[in-house]
């Protein structure tokens, strides 16, 4: 029985970037859409709910300031509430991005076997309608794979943080005003930069077309990701490629879209400024927030595309 994900037919070789690039692009547009009103709206829903702890910095910090005393205004136990709200918001946050990325790596993977297959016309309805059944899948390995890159990526931060607070053997932490050891700087600095730049796009690239799998090839999510680990075996360059090219193109886009948010963000302030009754302390977090949150929803219409198609194709070609 031939599965959906072969390649067959006057379809092979074209792709889903050749044939349907359009429709996937819609598609993606308005998956974005919905992300940047969820997004806005659980990031809105955060300074609501964190709205009496800035006020009660305010009031700490304006008593301080009328009796000429110095203050560090989250002090008192002021930071804690705000530090778990915000801890409910990146959560919340994080699993709108795994509902964003294994939505999007699924309707690419249905694009990219139509094509193949020299299907017909391939609308948004139908796209959605032949990717939901197979989304609960996709998204658990979605989860899976950023478990694995997110324990990559601490790995390299718990290597920094132990040579930093001196706990690593033969390697000093550098003193105040002085220039760093060789050893510090390979082990410091150098081998946790290779893990968080290298470790986790190599990672992610051997991982990536599990997505791909478990939709056309109806595998369990531990199965697939199997299986991308053999697929992608024999094909260590491309991959890595691959995942270098799609970091670098987000962390690119994310770098650039501080310069348009800059403008914008300062227009949020004022509106916070009016919105919480003149509370700076408010304001200054949505502003600093405000590029972070202006990156992130351009991810989607800008990278995904790129990243999506890539590993679409990538498994469609080691898959025959």
Not at 11 to 33: C, E, H, I, K
Not at 76 to 86: A, H, I, Q, S
Not at 185 to 199: D, H, M, N, Q, R
């Amino acid at each position: 029985m031939e599965h959906e994900g072969k390649q067959r037919g006057r379809g092979r070789g074209t792709g889903v970037v050749g044939r349907y690039a359009r429709a996937l692009y819609g598609f993606t547009l308005l998956v974005s859409a919905l992300t940047a009103v969820v997004g806005l709206a659980v990031l809105a829903g955060g300074f609501a709910a964190a709205r009496g702890g800035f006020e009660s910095v305010r009031e700490y910090a304006d008593e301080n300031i009328a009796n000429e005393d110095s203050y560090w205004a989250y002090a008192d136990g002021g930071m804690d509430p705000l530090v778990r709200t915000g801890a409910v918001v990146f959560v919340l946050l994080l699993l709108l991005g795994l509902l964003v990325v294994s939505v999007l790596h699924t309707a690419y993977a249905v694009g990219e076997s139509h094509a193949a297959r020299g299907g017909g016309p391939l609308g948004t309805r139908e796209l959605w309608r032949r990717a939901r059944a197979r989304f609960p899948a996709a998204l658990t390995v979605n989860a899976l794979t950023g478990l694995a890159v997110g324990a990559v990526e601490l790995a390299g931060l718990v290597l920094f943080s132990f040579v930093d607070g001196g706990d690593v053997p033969g390697v000093e932490p550098t003193p105040l005003h002085e220039t760093a050891s060789p050893q510090y700087a390979l082990v410091g600095w150098v081998l946790p930069i290779a893990i968080w730049s290298l470790g986790g796009p190599l990672l992610y690239a051997r991982l990536a077309l599990a997505t791909a799998d478990t939709v056309l090839e109806r595998r369990s999510p531990f199965a697939a990701l199997r299986r991308s680990w053999v697929l992608t075996r024999r094909a260590r360059g491309p991959a890595l490629g691959l995942g270098v090219l799609v970091t670098g193109a987000a962390v690119l886009v994310f770098w650039l879209a501080r310069y348009p948010a800059a403008p914008l963000a300062h227009f949020a302030g004022l509106g916070m400024l009016r919105l919480s009754g003149d509370n700076v302390w408010m304001t200054g977090v949505l502003m600093k927030v405000f590029p972070t949150a202006v990156g992130l929803l351009l991810l989607p219409p800008l990278v995904m595309p790129l990243v999506c198609a890539g590993f679409a194709r990538l498994h469609a070609r080691l898959n025959t």
